[in-house]
């Protein structure tokens, strides 16, 4: 319901954690792909899509220093 009444949604207010958030962000956006056969006569598997990748992008415009440092982190760490 959230998905289909707010098409923007505006993370702003979780910039304060700065990426802490956006794993909570991204699994929540995974449960609600989930739900997909449920809620589709609501909203389409394309709109939740491109919904969680303007959410996404919020974050990198941002907050780009902070994407490139943990991309950065996440390399070393598998290596």
């Known amino acids: 319901k959230i998905l289909m009444h707010h098409p ?3 993370m702003k207010p979780f910039f304060q954690w700065k990426l802490k958030v956006l794993p909570l962000m991204i699994d929540w956006f995974n449960r609600a792909h989930r739900c997909g056969d449920i809620c589709k006569d609501w ?3 394309e709109e939740t899509r491109s919904i969680e990748l303007h959410t996404v992008y919020q974050f990198i415009r941002d907050m780009p220093m902070l994407a490139v440092k943990a991309r950065c982190s996440q390399k070393k760490s598998h290596s």
Request: proline share 0%.
């Open 43 to 45: 909203i389409s598997e």
């Open 8 to 10: 923007v949604l505006d």
